[in-house]
């Protein structure tokens, strides 16, 4: 076996619903890495693809090679992280009187917005974003992980539902970018491709205030997301006819109302929706919506946001299970206010920019990197001054 002559397993370190995760040592220079042992074909081949696609990206967990097994097994061999998102979050309400202050609540949002950001303008969504997904290395380096629920949107909806799913096409079927601006754009955007892991922190940290001034986007890239309409492969489109469940995607508190509802045309709005519960969670610690069934999930939503109309959101009417649930008319819902007790405006503002019904309401990952909130006083400290338990 190849991996056993390259690396060494020291322990297990988690498991999730297809792998096992291990922690392990490259017998060539001793760098602890994580060998992640997927047992599903699908998703194994989801998130190597969407790594591949994003392996330049500060904020992206690297993945370093990958083996396929005869028995369609796969092993990743990925960046090793010492914690997580989940974790911060812990030990702030354990140890921290007053929370995350404030100036690290923004460098971690700045950080997860610039991995969310790289996804979406390679036009991948990711699907199943929330705390314990966000691995953070020892400095203080954000970095998504776990693409097993990911999927790369093509532009032109609806897909006949052929024999060969358009992903598994060699080269993979996917938008292709001409627009010159975009792709200058994106050059800029490698300035933060480093050459070597040990220098790779650092030069994050060096780089990092510069950060939001190279991602400016262009009218161009904008348009580019806002007017074309996304839909899935031709694969999801079929298992959805033969009764599947692929509007379950994600961890429930995470969920957006129009995966709750069934949608199977849904796009990268569901990420938006899952920072906004982020970021409210960064804020009071506690998560926004933790419901513990579908319809309570609804239901926790709809008390604190309203009612779901077609005045509060046109078209909601028209999502498959929108018909199916029926919730009692709100006269006075709770508002976000009520969940982010002594917050800001500002911070309910930028939540609220993002847990919107109607998904053309929500706000871009490249919106908020500008919003005023992040780039005002007190500004965000280094990464390397964000408190990350051990
Ligand atoms: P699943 O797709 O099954 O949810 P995950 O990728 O979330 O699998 O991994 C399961 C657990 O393994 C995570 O919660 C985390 O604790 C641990 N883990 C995953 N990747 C790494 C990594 N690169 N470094 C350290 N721990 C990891």
């Known amino acids: 076996r190849e991996i056993t002559t390259k690396y060494e397993i020291l322990d297990r370190v988690g498991s999730g619903a297809y792998a096992d995760v291990y922690r392990a040592r490259r ?3 001793g760098l602890t890495v994580a060998l992640k042992e997927i047992h599903d074909y699908q998703s194994a081949f989801r998130e190597i693809e969407a790594l591949q696609i994003l392996q330049n990206f500060p904020n992206i967990i690297t993945l370093y090679e990958y083996f396929w097994r005869e028995d369609e097994d796969a092993v990743l061999v990925l960046e090793f992280l010492q914690t997580d998102l989940e974790a911060v979050i812990r030990d702030a309400k354990k140890n921290r009187e007053g929370g995350i202050p404030v100036w690290e609540i923004k460098r971690w949002m700045i950080q997860i ?16 974003l929330k705390p314990s997904n966000l691995l953070v290395t020892a400095g203080g380096v954000l970095k998504l992980a776990d693409f097993g629920q990911s999927r790369i949107l093509l532009s032109e909806p609806p897909f006949p539902a052929t024999e060969n799913s358009l992903l598994e096409q060699d080269p993979p079927m996917v938008p292709s970018f001409q627009e010159e601006n975009y792709l200058q754009e994106l050059e800029q955007f490698k300035v933060h491709k480093f050459m070597d892991e040990t220098d790779r922190e650092t030069k994050y940290q060096d780089g990092d205030a510069s950060c939001l001034a190279t991602c400016t986007t262009s009218d161009v890239e904008d348009d580019l997301f806002k007017n074309s309409s996304y839909s ?14 692929t509007s379950c995607v994600g961890t429930r508190w995470f969920r957006a109302p129009e995966l ?14 899952s920072l906004g519960c982020i970021f409210a969670e960064l804020l009071s610690l506690q998560p926004l919506f933790p419901g513990n069934s579908d319809i309570d999930q609804l239901g926790r939503i709809i008390n604190v946001l309203g009612n779901i109309d077609e005045e509060t959101w046109p078209g909601c ?13 709100i006269e006075n819902p709770l508002g976000l206010e009520s969940c982010l007790p002594n917050r800001s405006a500002s911070e309910i503002e930028l939540v609220n920019r993002l847990v919107c019904y109607d998904p053309k309401n929500r706000a871009t990952s490249m919106e908020l990197l ?21």
């Open 113 to 128: 917005l610039l991995g969310v950001d790289a996804c979406h303008r390679n036009y991948i969504v990711h699907r199943d």
């Open 260 to 273: 709750l509802y069934g949608s199977t045309n849904y796009g990268q709005e569901i990420d938006l929706w």
């Open 27 to 29: 017998l060539s220079d």
């Open 232 to 245: 899935y492969d031709a694969e999801e489109v079929k298992e959805d006819e033969s009764g599947g469940f």
């Open 370 to 390: 500008h919003n005023r909130y992040l780039n005002e006083e007190p500004l965000p400290v280094p990464v390397s001054e964000l408190r990350v338990p051990s």
């Open 317 to 329: 009417s028209k999502l498959p299970d929108y018909g199916k649930i029926f919730f009692n008319k």
